[in-house]
């Protein structure tokens, strides 16, 4: 699904530091012996990004959003229906990363029986079941973004539980 | 809840890793992947120069991107003795998968063993001997020893026929040219082994003995042959589900090409489904005819192609045999097999009456003899390629089944052809290299039989196990473990004596309907709780391993880690095994026997390829296979020239035609007359029960699946093995989504949960098959055909809920498995 919503990528913010891993300190050979430090952190540090209020969704509609940067795409689902990890006070509320974690391809959302589908190879992953893969190629189940919903219905997502599609750390680093 | 890994990133690839190539060695596709591994205290970095693939990792890789690899593609294992980081993903320049990973596949890393990340605990490390009422570890000497003292006490008491042997035949795994010539050195070289059988089947046969008989080899087209075709012609297989990147890399490029594609099968199959949304559904015909008749069925297009004379003639004339009956029916031959004409004065069937076995419409079967063999408009000829698998050949009459499949693609001319060809689609890789079996007769030994008649003394047991892939499992299971128990009584009871006084127990124990049971696996299997000697080997990667796939590429993956713990390759447990057996015969002062065990000074794998493959094809070395890369060459081998090993794209393709060992290299037509049920019982049990329990496969652990018994990922997927139902079925029984149920008949019970699929047909289920948490052979009958091959497809059973859905089956996706836009 391409895109179709700007989400408020105010307060995006990227990995600290910058240096990856418990060994870290690959830059530090012009250091003294000794004074290697590591600099990173032990998981990356993902931006909290609002992705909407609980009032611009519809039940079943997805919402094209970004996270955690505009480069990997994902939607924003109401389900109607409470299921297991689902956010806001119906328990409903969940989104997941759209690239197809087999080889990148754009998933599509099928309202009829909530899944999200490949066109490419036919995988398809359960948007009900924490985006498990009913079938398909894939080696993991579809990354889901952790969200958390504030006082005023605003929607953040803070995580992601698998690795996305197409990087080798969720949040891209220099 | 969906199982998730919680990774948030990987070790990146530094650009000075070392790379290897790999075959994946779980299906018969063998796709190509590359094996990239690094000291553990490195890492890459995100800049182009710093990372193997020159790519900036600091931006987003975009779709089928080379430079990204999921966590399931990475592991920490042992290479010369030290942690390294290991990425095992697909290779791009691979002309099988095109960088396509399965989901089997691109989970090779993770289901190594490895004692930093935990994966893969359930891997063998040390021989084991039943030892003080358990199993002990100890060393290879010693193990070796009581298995070389018990076995050739037997052979030398009594005869070589009472050892009996279940080895793996086929390529990848723990399979391959090299552990096939091992064991089969060992067997039918210094022994001549007779009560043997292979890793699927309760006989040592070929499981495609017509096509054989008839001239042509199973194996004999190339993949690409499927994107040259006007038709694919698929029956009793499912390669979205099983040969999944042949179907996506090769079928679908085909189909999307204008092929058209006829499949045959009860089920309406995932591939059925994919084929509609890729070719158009009016492209697509699926045959959807009751269980077991698919020979009336062929019977029908050959006679409809035959009278509309949609036959290649010229063929036919020069590369067919022409005068009569060729090979008489007999014992050994299930049918005649000749001319065509010959064939044609049993096969003749016509459109209704196959549509009445069949119980699909005569009008349907017309149009399949049409996409298969109806001349162009312009008069050429068209092309059709023919693929088959375990739908008929573990199907009603294998023999004559196969053989008048084989029939229309010859009498079409669709043999060594371009966009032709009849093959088997395969299960796992080939790897076949052995001395002669002529000795071990045909029909051979039931082997599961003779077991079960109380005869046998030693049972050797290489990557087989019966409990999970044999039929009538449930007797099987219980005589095994009845005769195997009296043999570790008898230890218990020798316990404290010397190795003599062990022997002799178990000797005694022997003599008194015992048997002793050596297991050589990865894992402890199931039928490893029947051992009283487990020795652990290792597997492809873990050993440099030689195999060919479907298309006959033939590959040398490579060893990019250590063996587990003490494991070993397979070759060389047999060499080891030979090399006992000649100091134990030696002891016992039989010098002539126990020079029948020299020759087995391998020290490595390669060692044991040069005996065996290199010896018959000299053309082919380790070296030059390695500098053939993930590409391979296509077997058999004609020369080297310009620094390549020249191969063979497909075969026949000068119309002779040698699978039978015939001097006249002329293909034979099966006369394959329809006969029902062939095997015994088949009949009665169909009427008795009101489903048919079909067995079938699923991608996410075909083949690997007593790896992934120890798989989150999978296991989280499956809990327990699916049964397919009819959802109104399953209203009538009372049944939701992921109950526990048991299927019931004569021959034993098994258990699964109920799955619902809106396709299904009534009265019909689909049981996945080998399940180590509940084995389908347990409900089928013992019936076989003439040339011991089982059909393990046609049972029928009640169907009983055990209880509710647990914790875990009741939290699954119960949704169509077909892709939904």
């Given at each position: 699904m391409k895109c179709n919503r700007m989400v408020d990528s105010g307060r995006r913010q990227f990995l600290r530091g910058g240096i990856v891993g418990a060994a870290g300190a690959a830059a530090a050979t012009v250091l003294p012996a000794g004074q290697a430090k590591a600099q990173g952190l032990a998981r990356v540090d993902y931006p909290s990004n609002r992705l909407a209020n609980i009032a611009d969704l519809v039940v079943n509609e997805p919402m094209d959003i970004e996270f955690p940067d505009a480069d990997s795409p994902g939607i924003l689902i109401k389900l109607g229906e409470a299921v297991e990890g689902g956010a806001g006070p119906d328990g409903d509320i969940v989104a997941y990363s759209v690239l197809c974690p087999h080889k990148g391809w754009m998933l599509s959302y099928n309202s009829g029986d909530k899944t999200l589908n490949c066109p490419g190879h036919h995988s398809r992953f359960d948007c009900e079941a924490g985006g498990q893969q009913t079938w398909g190629h894939a080696t993991n189940n579809l990354p889901q973004f952790a969200l958390r919903v504030d006082d005023q219905g605003d929607i953040h997502a803070e995580g992601v539980d698998e690795l996305i599609y197409g990087r080798l750390s969720n949040v891209l680093e220099s | 809840m969906a199982y998730k890994r919680h990774t948030d990133r990987l070790p990146i690839i530094p650009a000075d890793a070392k790379e290897q190539n790999v075959t994946c060695h779980y299906c018969i596709v063998g796709c190509g992947y590359k094996a990239y591994s690094w000291p553990l205290n490195k890492q890459g970095g995100t800049a182009p120069s710093e990372n193997k693939f020159g790519e900036d990792l600091s931006q987003q890789q975009f779709q089928d991107t080379d430079a990204w690899y999921s966590a399931s593609m990475y592991n920490i294992v042992k290479q010369d003795g030290k942690d390294v980081h290991l990425v095992v993903k697909p290779d791009v320049d691979c002309v099988v998968n095109s960088g396509l990973g399965s989901i089997r596949g691109a989970r090779m890393a993770e289901n190594r063993p490895s004692k930093?990340?935990?994966?893969?605990?359930?891997?063998?490390?040390d021989p084991m001997v039943w030892r003080n009422g358990v199993w002990q570890p100890t060393s290879w000497d010693d193990a070796m020893d009581l298995v070389a003292q018990v076995t050739a006490r037997v052979v030398t008491e009594g005869s070589e026929d009472d050892l009996v042997v279940s080895m793996f035949d086929h390529g990848g795994s723990a399979g391959g040219y090299e552990n096939t010539w091992g064991t089969g050195k060992l067997y039918f070289d210094s022994m001549k082994v007779k009560n043997c059988r292979i890793h699927n089947r309760p006989a040592y046969n070929s499981e495609v003995h017509s096509t054989r008989d008839m001239g042509v080899g199973e194996l004999n087209y190339a993949y690409e042959d499927y994107t040259l075709t006007d038709t694919i012609f698929m029956v009793g297989a499912n390669s979205m589900e099983t040969q999944t990147n042949l179907y996506l890399n090769h079928m679908v490029p085909g189909l999307q090409g204008g092929a058209k594609m006829v499949v045959v099968d009860p089920r309406r199959t995932l591939t059925v489904h994919s084929s509609e949304q890729f070719a158009g559904a009016e492209n697509v015909l699926h045959?959807?005819?009751?269980?077991?008749?698919d020979m009336a069925l062929f019977n029908a297009i050959l006679t409809h192609v035959v009278d509309h004379g949609w036959v290649d003639a010229d063929f036919i004339a020069n590369s067919t045999f022409q005068d009569g009956e060729a090979v008489a029916q007999d014992s050994a031959v299930p049918a005649g097999l000749g001319s065509l004409d010959y064939a044609m004065q049993t096969c003749r069937t016509s459109l209704d009456e196959a549509a009445d076995i069949c119980g699909v419409s005569s009008a349907d079967i017309q149009k399949a003899a049409e996409w298969i063999a109806e001349p162009h408009d312009d008069g050429s000829r068209r092309k059709c390629v023919t693929c088959y698998e375990k739908g008929i050949i573990w199907g009603n009459d294998n023999y004559r089944t196969i053989g008048a499949l084989v029939n229309i693609a010859l009498a079409t001319g669709n043999v060594g052809r371009e966009g032709g060809g009849i093959c088997r689609l395969g299960g796992h890789q080939e790897g076949y290299y052995r001395p002669n079996e002529g000795h071990v007769g045909r029909p051979a030994e039931y082997v599961d039989q003779f077991l079960i008649r109380g005869l046998g003394a030693v049972h050797h047991i290489w990557a087989c196990d019966h409990y999970k892939t044999t039929l009538n499992a449930a007797e099987f299971k219980r005589v095994h473990k009845r005769r195997s128990d009296m043999v570790k009584d008898a230890i218990d009871a020798a316990a404290g004596g010397t190795r003599e006084q062990v022997v002799d127990a178990i000797v005694g124990a022997i003599n008194a309907g015992g048997l002793f049971v050596v297991d050589v696996d990865i894992i402890h299997s199931q039928i490893g709780q029947n051992a009283h000697v487990i020795l652990p080997a290792c597997e492809s990667n873990e050993m440099n391993l030689t195999s060919m796939n479907g298309e006959r590429r033939m590959r040398l993956s490579e060893k990019y880690m250590d063996p587990y713990g003490n494991s070993k390759p397979d070759c060389l447990i047999a060499a080891e095994m030979a090399q006992n057996m000649e100091r134990v015969l030696r002891d016992m002062g039989d010098d002539a026997y126990a020079d029948q065990f020299k020759g087995y000074d391998w020290e490595t794998e390669e060692d044991a390829f040069m005996d065996g493959y290199n010896a018959g094809n000299p053309e082919v070395t380790y070296d030059r296979l390695r500098d053939m890369g993930n590409n391979g060459v296509q077997e058999p081998v004609v020369g080297f020239e310009n620094g390549e090993l020249v191969g063979t794209k497909r075969l026949y393709a000068d119309g002779s035609f040698d699978r039978h060992g015939r001097d006249d290299k002329k293909a034979l037509f099966c006369a394959a007359g329809w006969r029902g049920w062939?095997?015994?019982?088949k009949a009665r049990e169909q009427a008795a029960h009101k489903f048919w329990i079909n067995n079938v496969r699923a991608n996410i652990f075909w083949q690997n699946q007593f790896l992934d018994q120890k798989n989150e990922f999978v296991q989280d997927r499956f809990p327990y093995p699916f049964i397919e139902m009819n959802p109104d079925d399953m209203v009538d029984l009372d049944l939701n989504p992921g109950d526990l149920i048991e299927i019931i008949n004569d021959n034993g019970v098994t258990q699964g949960m109920a799955y619902p699929v809106s396709t299904a047909k009534p009265g019909q289920v689909a049981m996945v098959f080998g399940s180590p948490a509940g084995s389908q052979g347990n409900v089928v009958n013992p019936g076989v055909n003439e040339l011991v091959l089982p059909d393990y497809k046609h049972c029928w059973g009640d169907i009983r809920k055990?209880?509710?859905?647990?914790a875990e089956t009741a939290a699954i996706s119960f949704k169509a498995k077909e892709v939904q836009f």
């Open positions: - | 930093v990340t935990g994966t893969q605990q359930q891997r063998l490390t045959l959807a005819i009751n269980e077991g008749t062939q095997a015994a019982g055990i209880s509710n859905a647990t």
